[in-house]
């Protein structure tokens, strides 16, 4: 995640957060947000995004803390298409997304 046409269109200025044990020594392994409990994804990087327009309306800094993990090549393709999708779903190119760790 080095490319200034990544980080600019993409990317966040603020919010990325590190939960490696060298950066954190001392984060918890649970911790709580609006009394949902969540995981921290020690060991991991978190690069927040620049929200589209369209999340306005729907109010998602009301929702639980989530994460999702991916290789750094599926990035781009997550981000162009706008929607984390389920393996066998249609993308942009008209190929359906393959499933990395099942035949399925």
């Keep these: 995640i080095t490319s200034d046409a990544f980080t600019g269109a993409y990317l966040s200025d603020q919010n990325h957060h590190c939960y490696c044990c060298a950066c ?6 649970v911790l709580e947000d609006s009394g949902t409990r969540y995981e921290l994804p020690t060991g ?11 999340a306005a309306p729907v109010n998602i800094w009301s929702w639980p803390v989530t994460y999702h993990g ?5 990035v781009p393709s997550i981000l162009a298409e706008g929607a ?12 359906a997304l393959g499933n990395a760790h099942t035949a399925g």
Aim: hydrophobic fraction near 45%; glycine fraction near 8%; charge should be negative.
């Design 84 to 95: 984390l999708l389920l393996p066998g779903d249609m993308l942009m190119d008209g190929t």
């Design 24 to 29: 954190e020594p001392d984060l918890p392994d």
């Design 44 to 54: 991991w990087c978190g690069f927040a995004l620049k929200l589209p327009a369209r």
């Design 70 to 74: 991916c290789k750094a090549a599926n």
